[in-house]
């Protein structure tokens, strides 16, 4: 089935470590994005990659990390350096061209012991 | 700046009642406009969408039909299950900065008792 996945689904961290979430896809997309969610509140973009190789800051990219080396892949690092870490993490993806729709993963729960 | 603004939750529900969930936007331009649907512990699923002034989206019983002139993009259901219990997101995409970007609302839980 084509689809996008993330792991682990819980992810536990003591603070001051540097912990890589998955999120990859198998829907030939071009563009793929990383976002938080917080409890009670909307999503927030973190990170977005248009193309392989290529990867920009989106809204609260402090503290947080990432690569495109593979079109399939965008591997979210979140750093010692992200002061509140502990949140809800979805990567999404969406094809080039004319479509403006995103596809959400099943997201990525970490939490900061 | 572009925004949504959706009902604050909770909404709670008997099942069969009439649902409707507010949702109203500002944006520049004409964005197009997106209903989110979350089940505990999971991702974003897309439930619906609508491209431009007029369009109705559909879907699973829901609907939402895009409104300029009040920007808004209601989403309602003439009788919701027990299942339909979730968390509702509205979103409006623009093209910002070289990318497509999507602007959520907080989020309205629903929630349907038998």
């Known amino acids: 089935d084509g689809g996008i996945t993330q792991s682990p689904k819980y992810l536990f961290r003591k603070e001051g470590q540097n912990v890589t979430l998955s999120c990859e896809q198998n829907l030939n997309h071009d563009a793929m994005y990383w976002y938080r969610q917080d409890p009670g509140q909307g999503l927030r973009l973190i990170y977005y990659?248009?193309?392989?190789?290529?990867?920009q800051k989106g809204d609260i990219a402090e503290g947080y990390s990432v690569s495109r080396e593979k079109k399939e892949s965008f591997p979210l690092t979140v750093t010692s350096a992200q002061k509140n870490p502990t949140a809800f993490y979805l990567c999404?993806?969406?094809?080039?061209?004319?479509?403006?729709?995103?596809?959400f993963g099943p997201g990525t729960r970490l939490t900061v012991l | 700046g572009d925004s949504v603004t959706q009902m604050e939750g909770p909404v709670t529900l008997s099942e069969e009642a009439f649902l409707t969930i507010n949702c109203t936007y500002t944006a520049t331009g004409y964005p197009s406009l997106f209903w989110y649907v979350q089940y505990p512990g999971e991702g974003l699923q897309l439930l619906l969408k609508?491209?431009?002034?007029?369009d109705k989206g559909s879907n699973k019983g829901f609907e939402a039909t895009y409104r300029k002139e009040t920007t808004s993009f209601h989403l309602e259901k003439g009788s919701v299950q027990v299942s339909d219990s979730a968390v509702y997101f509205c979103a409006l995409l623009m093209f910002s900065g070289g990318y497509n970007k999507l602007i959520f609302g907080a989020g309205t839980r629903l929630a349907v008792h038998p």
């Open positions: 999404a993806s969406r094809t080039s061209g004319t479509s403006d729709t995103q596809y």
């Open positions: 609508a491209t431009k002034a007029d």
């Open positions: 990659s248009q193309i392989v190789n290529d990867f």
